[in-house]
């Protein structure tokens, strides 16, 4: 069953599990349009899209009228949509705006992502395994260390804009490739993680906040459940890491204790 986080006479939205392709395409074999004709006895329609191995909240509209209207909100950024996400290395700043446009099917398009610093931790992936980022973005340093330590942070992000695979896209245009993404992230470390296990996409839609609307004056903050390989990478840093203390300028130091 699709966990339904909220439904009225236009929309419902769900809480999309990861590795569920969001409609039906070439080549998938079940996704979540279908899931929920069986589950709820009517064909919803997409309003917005999530990639097939992100979890979390996603609307969807219950005739072709309604996901029109609720298009035109997205686009008009009525509504808030944010998300999580792991990522290898370290920004700058607490928090920033990514504005790089974006090639795509209907050629170049302007992107804004907002992104907000969250935790920084830094573990070892022990002396019996050996990883090489092959990852380079330009004007960013690798982010191998010989030491065999690894920095990973948790970013909050906002989005102002919906293209396809825009946070990212737009993550690993300023160094910080998301942890297991197999299309633009660092394959390298992906690699190395795969083998303690750490193999989904850790990006999750979180957080959407609907607007006031005839039938919610009120308006709807919507929480998606954390997904299991959310908690499951927490334990490995548990395990294998350090959580560092953030500093006033941003940098964050190593703090002395986990927790």
Avoid at 61 to 77: D, E, F, P
Avoid at 150 to 156: I, K, L
């Amino acid at each position: 069953m699709i966990p339904l986080l909220f439904e009225n006479d236009e929309i419902i939205v769900v809480d999309k599990p990861p590795g569920l392709a969001a409609q039906p395409g070439e080549g998938v074999r079940g996704d979540l349009v279908a899931a929920l004709e069986r589950q709820l006895g009517y064909r919803p329609f997409p309003v917005h899209r999530l990639d097939k191995e992100t979890a979390g909240c996603m609307i969807l509209a219950k005739n072709s009228q309604a996901a029109g209207r609720w298009s035109k909100l997205i686009v008009g950024r009525d509504v808030t949509k944010r998300y999580d996400a792991w990522v290898f290395g370290m920004p700058d700043t607490r928090k920033g705006v990514i504005d790089t446009i974006l090639d795509g099917a209907k050629g170049l398009q302007k992107a804004r992502t907002w992104w907000y610093l969250k935790e920084v931790w830094r573990f070892s992936l022990g002396e019996e395994w050996t990883a090489q980022s092959d990852f380079q973005a330009s004007g960013r340093p690798r982010l191998y260390e010989a030491s065999n330590m690894f920095t990973v942070s948790r970013v909050e992000l906002e989005l102002a804009t919906g293209r396809m695979h825009q946070i990212r896209r737009h993550l690993a245009g300023i160094g910080l490739p998301i942890v297991a993404d197999d299309r633009h992230g660092d394959f390298g470390l992906n690699r190395a993680l795969r083998r303690g296990g750490v193999k989904r996409l850790l990006l999750w839609a979180r957080e959407l906040v609907l607007p006031a609307q005839p039938s919610m004056p009120g308006g709807a903050v919507l929480l998606a459940s954390e997904p299991p390989h959310f908690a499951a990478f927490r334990e490995f840093l548990l395990r294998s890491g350090t959580p560092m203390r953030a500093l006033p300028n941003g940098r964050p130091n190593v703090s002395s204790q986990k927790h």
